[in-house]
């Protein structure tokens, strides 16, 4: 048999043997799931990069049993996937889509190729002149040309890590829970400051807090919510001296003003007292209760005076006070 | 051919410098945090049942307040944490217009009432669970605690990623309240079902 | 004082390699030879001293130091106690050093024979390299801190100076379950950096070839064994890396596209081309710009993905932890990068000139194409892994880039590189004779389509399938082909029996015919990743002790549930048979593993191994109190051949270094594939 024939009977054959089988694969039965394929195009959010279809964890299967309900329920696939993109955003996509932002990557494998191809085409047909042996002088080149490079490269390799430091987006985890210590108060509700109270009890920097929101309600005249505050403060063993001298005169004068509880806010205002024996709050305020309360009006001359005789009095309190004094010494009832 | 290649060399280097500093730039961000595509929307409704059962409590009842949506599992340890946290703040804001809603996640209900009940609750508050982690999903939970803030008129203002604490959740409702929008904020880590 | 030790190795190898830099550039000026052999020895003993104080802190259970409190545990068994010195950043650079020292030995080795500028430049910049990797161990990441103040399981102060009152936690956490979970932790990482450090010698070669201004083949041959030990290495280290994740991790499979693995998979393409394309260099003197580009390429990859596994960029399941050594990676990437091309373009001279590629339709053609698609492949991994940082850099908006994409591009690009391998070893340099093609591929490609056929009538019609196997056949049987052309000329010649003209065609050629291997051995991988990625089957049941259900021809019941405790892991699985008719198949207990001390289980499968493939038991919950669990079931069919593919492979990386030194001898007994 000659050359030619036996290559023609070759090739014959070469074409009915792929045509077989290309018409063999293409009418396979492939079954495609439509679950699957769907599944396969959503990564898992609380895995490493696993599709929801591949991933093992309970949650890429709850969010398969969700596709899977849908597509039962006649959604189309990209209505579905829209959901889930509704919800978790682009990034669960394992796909990028043909458009937009990610277009780049479709059509940049493509531009590699054509320019890689181009290239190749180019240099084939303008060599470089025939081979030149390396003219250059070895001993002169290396020494000149090097440094200046390594300077250069140096100092391209400073710029990028200061520019990293920079750029560096920092927006990183918050830190942990709210140190009650440091926090500006003035724009939380009172109800917010209850909820960080109530939930920080046994915290050692508590007091603080309470006696600010204590004060709040001083000032608004709710006296039923100051109360348990300041007596928590009055009782806590973490209160500074002063935070507890503080709530000890607001539950006295409350007791006096809200209830007219002259005995209860004398108690308190002496366990005041004894804290701080030079609080002129706390005399002043027991004076008031002595004359207007119990009508003890010599004892309550004497711890005016005695609030007098301080020497750093601001003017006008010391003027107020004068005159209060002035009032039980001439034997007039409490205003 | 060697202009060529001198090109093709700075061509390299200049890209290179530039990848570099793209590169650069991404320094101290988290790579794995996402910006939930749900604020500024309607928050995704729900309808489920209370974790012991009964009748189904569902968004759409609360509308006109401010609701925060947490969830929570007992295997997850900053969501004990911050446990007595929330339940404090739902019990001081009970009756200001603002509901707390607590949702089981990737736990069954008898796991999530048991930790409840040494956790403790608020009398004021919801416990529900989510079969098949629908609520989860059309939430865009990617770990727990994730806390969602959802205005008077059903709108998403608000996502805490990881644990939160009173201050935290009183000031954002304070602010939701003054009619602002406190956006996303990272405050720790997340976790996943120790048996992802 | 272990700290101390770890200290005196780590200044010591710093000392030698700033020698070497400093002599190595003073020889590359002058060509005189230098006292290079001290320096060496320098790097490589304080290497060794490193290495073995980190071995030390942990085999004694030493917690002062604040690696050892970090990632270790008293509790940790043998080996992954020893495991735990590259488990984590700072003991991974650690083993970088030791392995770039080593590397440095040997190329000083090659000196020793030929001091020369050369050789005396490459250990400059090996020394160099040195010089950064041993300073981030001096200041970021400084393995042996010790700890001044401790905590119950750690450390809450630490000093990166070992002269000061120490203060060690009693016990450690431990490494990350995952990461003791499986033997492999011990050989994945070692096998896996002596590919990437590896590539530092054909680089350290190539600059120094471009510095002092000596292009030609001769930094190419000097270097090509260790780039064969690095690709044979690389190669081995991804197929150890992806036959792990396949046997032990949950999340399945032998790849996932993960960027880390992507890291590994982009200077493994670019070796390889830079493998084959070095080929033509010494051949015919072209292609040298190409081998540059390549080398550098490859080198600044492996940087690259060191970066981006410890920085803190890229969501990966490899990930290290944040730390300061990201910037510090990224400026040396781009120090290596904007370096080598900057002088790569000042000597664009001297690389340009190469003979007149004189056809496409050469050997030269088919190298040239396979450069282009390796590349290619290179370029579609890298911006696909590194996309979603750029985009999100730039725009805040966030995508996700998977397997879907990779998938979409790689598959095509690895049939197309299997067609490149049938035809580029059958093609003979410079030109062809007209019809010499069709005669050596003829009869290859009608032995393709009727295994193919075979296959679609006998196995599957699913395409992917059909395809590998064609091509697959078409490749090894040109090769054959080639062989028993030649041992038949050979015969013909000299009258030799057929099984002598064999094996002298093949000790002859030896570097030819392990490639030629490996080749075989990439067609066995192509097989057997198609049939086990096509051909899969998977069910997931729930079931109670006591049930039965059949799965793929097999039957399988659930015996019972079982718990084991031991200090250091707790184990609790289920108990299951599987038999095929009445025959016993064997007895599989997947389980949930819990390590001493961490919070986190890990699953564990249970694999049987058989010849038509792999069948898979996975426990997709926590049994509950009865023992009642939802089991998946998975088949790989015919995987075995993906692992065998690979140890091919590999194999024939190793043994085209053996044959090149053996064909120093005996050239003219060579009959090449030039006829």
Redo the contacts between chains.
Sequence with gaps: MSERLR?LI?VA??AI??T??VL?????P?ESDRVEAIG??I?C???????IA??????A???M??VSERVEAGADDEAIVDQ?????????????PASG??L??WL??LA??AL??GV?LW??R????E????S?D??Q???R??AP??I???S??????A???F????????????D?AG?DLD???N??????????EDHPEVDGMRLALAERYYEEGDFSSAFPHYLAVAESSNATQPQAVTALIRLGWMAWQGNGEAETALDLLDQALSIDAGSETARYLKAQVLWCGTAEDGEAARLLEEVLSQSDLEEDVRAFVSADLEAIRAGEACA | MNRGLRWVGYGVALAAVAFAVVLASRFGTDPGLVDSPLLGEPAPGFDLAPLEGGDPVSLADFRGDIVVVNFFASWCLECRNEHADITSTADAFADRGVTFVQIGYQESPPASLEYLDTAGRSDAAFYLADPGSRTAIAYGVFGIPETFFIDEEGTVVGKIIGESDALTLGATVDAIMRGETPGQEVTGDTQQRPDS | MIAALGWAGMLTALVGAILLVVRGIRGGRTGAWQELGGPAQLLLSGAIGAMAALLLALITDDFSLVYTANHHSSLTPFPYDIATAWAALEGSIVLWGLVLAGYTWFVFRRYRRDPDALGSAALAVMGGVAIFFFGLMVTVANPFEVCVQATDMGCAASSPWPFVAVDAPLNGPGPNALLQNHFMMAIHPPMLYMGYVGMTVPFAYAIAALAIAEPGPEWLRRSHRSTLVAWSFLTLGILLGGWWAYEVLSWGGYWAWDPVENASLMPWLVATAFLHSGIVQQRRGMLQAWNFILVISAFSLTILGTFLTRSGTINSVHSFTQSAIGPALLGFLVLVLVGSFVLFSTRSDLVASSPRLESFVSREGTFLANNLLLSVYAFVVLIGTTYPLVLEAFTGTQVGVGEPFFDRLAVPLSFLLLLVMGFGPITPWRTTEPGLIWRRTRVPALLALAVGLATAFLVTRNGWVVLAVTLGTFVVATMTGLLIEQAGRRTAKTGESTGQALRKVVTGDGAFWAGQLSHAGVVLVAIGIAFAANLGAHAEVVMAPGDTTTFEGYTITYESPFRQASPSKTIEGSRLTVTRGDRLIGIVEPSWNRLGNSPSVVGTPDVLHRPSGDLYFTLRDLPDDTGRVTIAFDTSPMIWILWLGGLVTVSGGFLAMRARRRERVGVEDRLTADV
């Design positions: 290559n070759t054959l070469l043997m792929a077989v089988l063999l694969v293409v009418t396979s492939s396969a195009r990564k959010p609380v895995c490493q990069g696993e599709s591949d991933s093992p964890s309970q949650m299967r709850d969010m049993a969700l889930l993109l509704a919800s978790y955003s682009g990034a669960v996509l394992l796909d990028p932002a990610t780049v990557l940049a494998p590699a190729v890689g191809a190749i240099w084939r303008h060599p470089s002149p081979d030149s042996p390396a250059v070895v001993g080149t290396p020494a040309r090097l490079l390594l250069l490269a140096g391209f390799a400073v710029i990028v890590v520019a990293g430091f750029l560096q987006d920092r927006d990183g985890p918050a830190s942990g829970v709210a009650l926090q724009d939380v509700s109800d917010t400051m209850e909820a960080v109270i109530a939930a920080n």
